[in-house]
């Protein structure tokens, strides 16, 4: 039997955070969800690393940039992918200085967000631009 690839999912926004695990479930992936930075830690610890994070940056409790930092420390290797409206240049430096360079703007189509996923894992090249 094949291991499917295990994700975190951190987003506040409770009915896109609900459609992307569900859409991800029936393609096949392990889903972790976390509804605020501080939760997101918290699975991280308790359950990761996973093959990929994806993670927002507007959330409440830590914010996605804190939960990036604090993954990093723990296991500088983990794969993550920020999924966020608001990519400001502040972030992109903080998070580029944690070895994060993918980016996927919303709103975004769930096929999109399927091979951008499906290339992080696989270690593909990705375009980092929005």
Not at 2 to 27: I, K, M
Not at 67 to 86: E, G, L, N, W, Y
């Amino acid at each position: 039997m094949e291991r499917r690839a295990t994700l975190l999912l951190v987003e506040d926004e409770t009915v896109l955070r609900g459609l992307v695990s569900q859409f991800l479930r029936h393609e096949g992936y392990q889903v972790e969800e976390a509804e605020d930075g501080g939760e997101g830690v918290h699975r991280y610890l308790e359950k990761g690393p996973f093959d990929l994070l994806l993670v927002d940056l507007n959330l409440p409790v830590l914010s996605g940039v804190e939960v990036c930092r604090r993954v990093k420390s723990r296991c500088p290797s983990q794969k993550v992918m920020i999924c966020s409206a608001a990519i400001v240049t502040e972030h992109e430096e903080a998070l580029h200085r944690l070895g994060i360079d993918h980016f996927l703007t919303k709103p975004y189509h769930p096929e999109e967000l399927l091979d951008r996923i499906r290339r992080e894992i696989q270690g593909e090249p990705v375009v980092t631009w929005r």
